[in-house]
C-alpha cells in the first residue's frame, strides 16, 4: 500500500506561482510513475502531467508547469508558474507501481491516490 500526502496548495494572484508537493510511502518509490491531476468544480478530474516512464504535460499547462521528483525523499513536485484564472482546482497526486514508457495520462491508470490540496488564482 502507498500512501500520498500533497502539500504546497494555496492562493496566489494571477501570473504567480505555486509548487505543489507529493510525499509517498513505500520503499520502491523511484519504480512508480507518478502523475499530478486536477479537479474544478463541476469538472472531470484531469490530467495535468506525469513522470516515471516518461514525462508527459497536458496542452493546457505545457511549458508552464514542470513535474519532477527526488527519489531520496520519495517525493514528487509540481512547479506552476504564470498560473491562469483557468488553474484553480483541486489538484490530486497519483502513483501507480507500472511504468510506462509512453506515460500515463488517464486517471484510471493510477492506483493511489492523494488526498488532494486546493489551489486558488485571484485575478
Known amino acids: 500500500q502507498v500512501q500520498l500526502v500533497e502539500s504546497g496548495g494555496g492562493l496566489v494572484q494571477a501570473g504567480g506561482s505555486l509548487r505543489l508537493s507529493c510525499a509517498a510511502s513505500?520503499?520502491?518509490?523511484?519504480?512508480?510513475?507518478m502523475g499530478w491531476f486536477r479537479q474544478a468544480p463541476g469538472k472531470e478530474r484531469e490530467f495535468v502531467a506525469t513522470i516515471g516512464g516518461r514525462t508527459l504535460y497536458a496542452a493546457s499547462v505545457k511549458g508552464r508547469f514542470t513535474i519532477s521528483r527526488d527519489n531520496a525523499k520519495n517525493t514528487v513536485y509540481l512547479q506552476m508558474n504564470s498560473l491562469k484564472p483557468e488553474d484553480p482546482a483541486v489538484y490530486y497526486c497519483a502513483a501507480t507501481p507500472r511504468l510506462y514508457s509512453g506515460g500515463y495520462s488517464s486517471a484510471g491508470d493510477y492506483d493511489y491516490w492523494g488526498q488532494g490540496t486546493q489551489v486558488t488564482v485571484s485575478s
Open positions: 513505500g520503499r520502491t518509490f523511484s519504480n512508480y510513475d
